[in-house]
């Protein structure tokens, strides 16, 4: 299954001495290979390697599950299980990902501290979610649903003063420009409205997304702080799953949805009419989130 995948990238210009050396391979069979008839289940196969391969090389902190995305973008469909087995065979993991093979090392450490963790006074890990003023402290995940049409993925913003959610994003794909676009979008709405974020604390789970180069870049633009829970603690970032269980309970499980665009729509409409406006909570004393922000922070002034 190699073999094909030598070829295509020698005619892209690659040497076959670099490719045979990078996929482990010796030369020579290579060669042999060539005077021989290609199968067309093997040549099929040569090209959903190369298109995994051409993806996994873009985006080195895909897994399998995301790769496939992009190689059938790339004409190349194939099962998740096939991925698997094609990236398996070759190594093709996650930057991210726990690694596979003989080491059985754990995932790496995060990059950034966990600045929202206080310990007790017996020694154990609490963690305290709470802020004295607008975008002093912002908490954010990612969830995703099913519609007929595929999978779609929201990733939030909250401000833990107000719990209300000062930016978002959505799109059928879980890229790191997904968590990117939620922070932008948050942050130009508080500039939009007079309000300053730097210094503001972003703590959120250890995603890929929140750990790629491209989140860390836009946290670094804005003059953010990082903070990043444990691996497999979802109490670490409960503020946020609070937000979550509440759109799965209101708007995700209440029916079927044909297309993304349909449940697009439906997120952006209980954001913005319902959870912000008209549902009052009882930690910000019985007030909505923009309630609670132009009552008790006015110098922070709406965005629409």
Not at 31 to 56: C, G, I, M, Q, S
Request: hydrophobic content about 40%; charged content about 25%; overall charge positive.
């Amino acid at each position: 299954m190699r073999y094909p995948l030598v070829r295509e990238l020698a005619a892209d210009g690659i040497p076959v001495a670099v490719t045979c050396r990078v996929l482990n391979i010796a030369r020579q069979p290579y060669y042999r290979w060539l005077a021989t008839p290609v199968t067309d289940a093997e040549l099929v196969a040569a090209y959903r390697a190369n298109a995994l391969f051409d993806a996994h090389r873009d985006d080195p902190e895909f897994g399998y599950r995301f790769l496939v995305d992009e190689a059938r973008d790339a004409g190349e469909a194939m099962a998740e299980r096939t991925a698997w087995k094609i990236c398996s065979d070759l190594g093709w993991w996650s930057a991210f990902g726990k690694k596979r093979g003989k080491n059985g090392k754990k995932p790496g450490p995060p990059v950034h501290d966990d600045l929202c963790a206080v310990v007790d006074d017996k020694g154990r890990v609490r963690h305290q979610f709470s802020a004295q003023a607008p975008n002093e402290l912002w908490v954010s995940d990612i969830t995703e649903h099913w519609t007929g049409e595929g999978r779609l993925y929201v990733c939030a913003i909250k401000d833990v003063y107000s719990n209300r959610i000062v930016g978002y994003s959505i799109d059928s794909r879980m890229k790191s420009r997904l968590a990117v676009a939620a922070l932008d979008h948050a942050v130009a709405r508080r500039r939009a409205a007079g309000a300053g974020v730097a210094g503001c604390v972003l703590h959120t789970d250890r995603g890929s997304q929140f750990r790629s180069r491209k989140f860390v870049h836009a946290l670094n633009r804005h003059d953010m702080v990082g903070s990043m829970g444990r691996v497999g603690a979802a109490g670490d970032n409960a503020a946020m799953e609070s937000f979550f269980s509440l759109l799965q309970k209101n708007v995700l499980d209440r029916r079927v949805w044909a297309t993304r665009e349909e449940l697009r729509i439906a997120i952006v409409r209980w954001i913005e009419r319902t959870y912000h406006r008209r549902r009052r909570q009882a930690a910000l004393g019985r007030l909505t989130p923009v309630e609670y922000e132009l009552i008790m922070a006015p110098t922070a002034v709406q965005a629409a």
